[in-house]
């Protein structure tokens, strides 16, 4: 059972370069999430998509687009990478009525 | 503003010695959650606690979410270098989003052998 899978683990982008982190889950999950960490900040949520067809801006959206392409996936775009967007994203997932989250083991980006 | 206050933020700490982790807020919270994260990975749910004054216990740790519910503890009894990682808290706010966790900033242990 895998989880939640991310890809790319690692990403050296350069400013302006655009990207796409790609999200899938296998646990037939309605809700899936965005988020970044970064040190000292803790876990922010970018976006969030409560089910599939619909999707909602987090604590830090801006420079981010999103993309629940099906019930499975879940797309987070960098359209113009900038140095701020350097962090460690994680794509993560639940059930909509309970309460465990589920993260996949994250994506690396570095905006140089 | 940061909704979720944990302290300390470093603990470095010899195996067999106790601690305590805490998770303090300003604002209720349906419910409260504790992860931890080993480097390189994702956190992973320790315990949910919902109930104001609940006492969960997992093995060697032991969760107590206040009675207000704005704040919660962690408490490690005799770690182990297998306990090392960063322990965040995520709260529920009451009457929000089922949909939206916020999370502290995480504490990191090093549990020294």
């Known amino acids: 059972n895998a989880g939640v899978t991310q890809t790319p683990k690692f990403q050296v982008l350069k400013t302006g370069q655009s990207m796409t982190l790609q999200c899938a889950q296998d646990?037939?999950?309605?809700?899936m999430y965005w988020y970044r960490q970064d040190p000292g900040m803790g876990l922010r949520l970018i976006y969030y998509s409560a089910s599939e067809g619909t999707t909602d801006k987090g604590e830090v959206p801006n420079g981010y687009n999103v993309s629940r392409l099906n019930k499975r996936e879940f797309s987070l775009r960098l359209e113009s990478a900038a140095p701020s967007q350097t962090s460690v994203y994680f794509c993560?997932?639940?059930?909509?009525?309970?309460?465990?989250?589920?993260f996949g083991e994250g994506s690396w980006l570095t905006v140089v | 503003t940061q909704l979720l206050e944990q302290s300390p933020q470093f603990l470095s700490i010899q195996e067999g010695e106790n601690l305590t982790v805490y998770c303090n807020s300003s604002s209720v919270f349906s419910s409260l959650q504790w992860y931890r994260q080993e480097p390189g990975e994702g956190p992973v749910l320790l315990v949910t606690v919902v109930t104001g004054g609940e006492v969960k216990k997992l093995k060697r740790l032991t969760f107590q979410f206040g009675d207000a519910r704005k704040d919660s503890s962690l408490h490690i009894t005799a770690a182990q270098p297998g306990d090392t990682g960063l322990y965040l808290c995520a709260g529920e706010r009451s009457g929000g989003s089922n949909y939206k966790l916020t999370f502290g900033k995480g504490t990191l242990l090093t549990v020294n052998p």
């Open positions: 993560a997932s639940k059930v909509s009525s309970g309460n465990t989250i589920y």
């Open positions: 646990m037939n999950h309605n809700s």
